[in-house]
Nanobody, 122 residues
Framework: QVQLVESGGGLVQAGGSLRLSCAAS????????MGWFRQAPGKEREFVEA????????YYADSVKGRFTISRDNGKNTVYLQMNSLKPEDTAVYYC???????????????WGQGTQVTVSS
């Protein structure tokens, strides 16, 4: 089992940047693929980015292409989401998740963090 804790959310103006972190504890971090999802008020949770166990492969949603970057540091048991050129429509609660392989659906992940709020003002 693994516990996940997100941090780094906050309020930022459109065009700004934030870096989210997700710290893992428990079972060996490197056995898990990791993903980031987000959920805006009144909307379903949606896939943002995912990364393989080694970090050699990444996957992203078209809505964040060229703006967001996922990375991981297995030595620090942490996955990151660098978010640049933020838009008001990026406002959501952001969740990290761990699973056996990279997936673009929530069902592909077994463990979830509690989420961190990101608010982008226009």
């Amino acid at each position: 089992q693994v516990q996940l804790v997100e941090s780094g959310g906050g309020l930022v103006q459109a065009g700004g940047s934030l870096r989210l972190s997700c710290a893992a504890s428990g079972r060996t971090f490197s056995v898990y693929a990791m993903g980031w999802f987000r959920q805006a008020p009144g909307k379903e949770r949606e896939f943002v980015e995912a990364i393989s166990r080694s970090g050699s492969s990444t996957y992203y949603a078209d809505s964040v292409k060229g703006r967001f970057t996922i990375s991981r540091d297995n030595g620090k048991n942490t996955v990151y989401l660098q978010m640049n050129s933020l838009k008001p429509e990026d406002t959501a609660v952001y969740y990290c998740a761990a699973g056996p392989r990279p997936a673009m659906t929530s069902a592909g992940y077994d463990y979830w963090g509690q989420g961190t709020q990101v608010t982008v003002s226009s």
